[in-house]
C-alpha cells in the first residue's frame, strides 16, 4: 500500500526553542531590528552594509544552533511515511536533524545569491558576506533570502506539494504573510490537518482541525508517535 503523504507546513516557533527568535514575537521586532530596515529591497539599496551585518549575525546565530526535538520528530516521522516539509524558515535545522525534503519558501541563510544573477547560489560555509565579495559574474553577493515584498519563486512548487497533502501539520507558523498561508487552503485534499502552536492562529481556527495548544517540542513528539502508531507499518 502507498505511504501516505505527510506535508509539513513550519515556521519560526519550531526554531523558537532551539534558540533562535520568531519574527512576531517581540513586539514586531526582529533581534532588536525593525525587519523593514534590514529585509527589504529597499534597505538594501539604502544601506547594504546593515544588512549584510545584520545578516551575518543571524547566520552566526543559526551556525550556533541546534536542531531541537520537534526538528527530530519529524525525522522520526520519515521513517515511516513519505514526508514534505515546506517551511519558511531560512535555518538548516530540518536538514542538519536529518529530514530529507525540504522546500525552503523564503530562502536559505547558509547561501548568497549573486545581485546580477538571481539563479547563481554560493554556499558560504563558514564565511560572512561583506561588501566586495562578488559573484563568479562580478555581481555583489546578498543572502539568499526573500525579502518583504520580493517574488517567492519556491510557491509554485510548495503549492503543487501542498495539493498532494494526505496529511498535512501546520507547526510553529503565524500564518501572517502570503504566499505561506495560501499553502493550507491549497492542501484541501488532506483527510486530516493538525496545528502545533502555543497561540493558534485565527485563520486555522477551524472546525474540524486539529488544534494542538502546545509548543513545537512537546506537540510535535507527541503527534508524531500517535501518527506513527496509528499507521499500517507500525
Ligand atoms: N513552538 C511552536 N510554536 C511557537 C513556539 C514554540 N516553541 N514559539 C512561538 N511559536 C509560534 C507563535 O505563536 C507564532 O504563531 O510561532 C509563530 C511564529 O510566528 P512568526 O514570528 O510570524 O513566524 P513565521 O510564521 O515563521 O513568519 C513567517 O514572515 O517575517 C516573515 O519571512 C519571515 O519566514 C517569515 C514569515
Known sequence: MKSP????LSGAGISAESGLDTFRGAGGLWEGYNVYDVATPEAWDENPELVLR??????RDVRAARPNAAHAALVDLERHFEVTIITQNIDDLHERAGSSKVI????????AR????????????????EMGDLCPRGGQLRPHVVWFGELVPEVYRAAKVAET????????TSLAVYPAAGLVPAASKASAVYVVN???????????????RKTACSGLPE???ELIDGSPSA
Request: charge should be negative.
Open 54 to 59: 545584520f545578516y551575518n549575525m543571524r547566520r
Open 5 to 8: 503523504h505527510i506535508v509539513v
Open 198 to 212: 502555543p497561540e493558534i492562529p485565527e485563520s486555522v481556527n477551524r472546525p474540524g482541525y486539529h488544534l494542538i
Open 165 to 172: 497533502a494526505d496529511i498535512l501539520i501546520v507547526v510553529g
Open 114 to 129: 549573486s545581485t546580477i544573477r538571481t539563479d547563481l547560489l554560493v554556499d558560504l560555509g563558514d564565511r560572512d558576506i
Open 223 to 225: 503527534l508524531v508517535r
Open 104 to 111: 525552503h519558501l523564503h530562502g536559505e541563510i547558509l547561501k
